[in-house]
């Protein structure tokens, strides 16, 4: 778990926080700390999750803010089958160290939280009214549990802080689309603040009438530190790595992780391949995960005739960093992608990438022709276009590496630390009830 070794203040709230850059986020008062007494902030998630756990664990390291997670099930701790990934998923990293967390109600042992019904846990009241808390962190509007929390809060006199990853580029339904703003907007005017993960996640912010200055960047970010350090391979550890996976050495290659949906497209990294292929370009196409797609993508490759296709199956996250490290551009097709946070995980390897603008991140992380390229989620030709030079020209994917690198440095837990540090002391400030 990393260490909060940031301890700069450098938010900026409003729209000034993606118009000015980082050397001047990081000019703004570094004493921001001294001025701020332990802020005990409650967060409400449905189970562990394993990108969240470690920015948990680096808030409550600072000096200033304690986390308390509530968690309604340990499915992911325990095993449980994920329907995104169609098997048994527990994930082998720490999701519980470094942090205060709570399992609440009677049933977390057993529960999968999907749904109002398995998410309504009518102990979260009690468990944030009566914690002796300074504020409420809800992640999301279609958790039971968020309005359970709301509610003590309001009655607490806390403030509300909402974070979602909700993009205006994720469709929906008619009959959904048009109640959505309505209920959206009565439902965001109980909160106080507002964490946007991104460019278009604060975005979907104001459209849905959220005031711009009540609305900070606390940015989706990953636990940078341990990806940086462990997809860093040595030379014998990467070829042994490939080697591993299947790779073929001295070959470029395209790395797709993620679950194998067909929201995410994986079948178009497929055709684009045969494509490029059939232009004689020699490199490796590997498609990590599981899902309902698998099969059909093993038949499809045997169909398309392409022999330099992988499948090195579902993949761990402390496998992750070495996985990552072993290839050399990644490649994301997805659509209806509310982030991906693989993506940082990807940049944090050094990896040039190849996105759908279509994904949430993408405003933020993709810098076109600087540390990658991006296409229209399923045009596959444009796909096969964005891959292409980055197959033939090693040049060129060196220097979109330390492009990937730079960028990613800046969009990490020490940014995250800063725009709570700057939503909490626009707040009211209150005693919590002890």
Not at 130 to 147: E, I, K, L, M, S
Not at 151 to 174: D, N, Q, W, Y
Not at 222 to 242: C, K
Not at 293 to 301: F, I, P, T, V
Request: glycine content about 8%; proline content about 6%; some cysteine.
């Amino acid at each position: 778990m990393s260490a909060a070794g940031k301890t700069e203040s450098g938010a900026l709230h409003e729209i000034r926080f993606w118009s000015r850059g980082a050397d001047a986020r990081r000019a703004v008062s570094k004493d921001l700390t001294v001025s701020l007494r332990k802020t005990r902030i409650v967060v409400v998630n449905t189970h562990p999750i394993q990108y969240f756990a470690p920015l948990y664990a680096y808030l409550s390291a600072t000096p200033d803010i304690e986390i308390t997670a509530l968690y309604l099930s340990d499915f992911s701790l325990r095993g449980a089958v994920d329907r995104g990934f169609g098997r048994r998923v527990a994930w082998d990293v720490d999701l519980l160290a470094g942090y205060r967390h709570v399992f609440v109600g009677r049933r977390w042992r057993e529960i999968e939280p999907f749904g109002l019904r398995a998410t309504f846990v009518p102990e979260v009241f009690a468990a944030v009214r009566r914690g002796g808390f300074d504020a409420v962190w809800v992640n999301g509007h279609v958790v039971a549990a968020n309005f359970l929390a709301m509610a003590a809060a309001r009655l607490a006199g806390l403030p509300i802080l909402m974070r979602c990853e909700t993009h205006l580029g994720l469709a929906s339904p008619p009959p959904k689309r048009f109640v959505r703003r309505p209920l959206l907007s009565a439902y965001f005017s109980l909160c106080d603040a507002f964490l946007a993960i991104g460019s278009a996640n604060r975005d979907f912010y104001l459209a849905m009438g959220a005031p711009a200055e009540k609305i900070a960047l606390v940015p989706y970010a990953i636990d940078n530190d341990r990806f940086l350090r462990d997809a860093r391979l040595s030379p014998q550890a990467r070829v042994a790595a490939r080697s591993r996976y299947g790779f073929r050495e001295g070959r470029p290659v395209v790395l797709y992780v993620s679950k194998l949906q067909r929201r995410k497209h994986p079948d178009d990294l497929l055709r684009a391949a045969g494509m490029l292929a059939a232009e004689g370009l020699d490199f490796d196409l590997a498609i990590a995960g599981s899902g309902e797609m698998e099969g059909d993508l093993r038949k499809m490759a045997g169909a398309l005739g392409l022999a330099n296709v992988v499948f090195p199956g579902f993949v761990n996250q402390s496998e992750m960093p070495t996985l990552l490290g072993a290839a050399d551009i990644f490649a994301l097709p997805a659509e209806a992608e509310p982030w991906g946070l693989v993506v940082n995980e990807a940049m944090c390897a050094g990896l040039p990438i190849v996105v759908s603008r279509e994904l949430g991140c993408a405003p933020d992380l993709l810098r076109e022709g600087e540390n990658g390229f991006g296409f229209p989620a399923g045009d596959f030709g444009a796909l096969a276009d964005a891959l292409r030079p980055l197959i033939v020209d090693a040049g060129l994917r060196a220097a979109m590496s330390r492009a990937s690198l730079e960028i990613i440095s800046d969009w990490d837990f020490a940014h995250c630390l800063a725009g709570l540090r700057e939503t909490l002391a626009l707040l009211p400030r209150r005693e919590a009830r002890r």
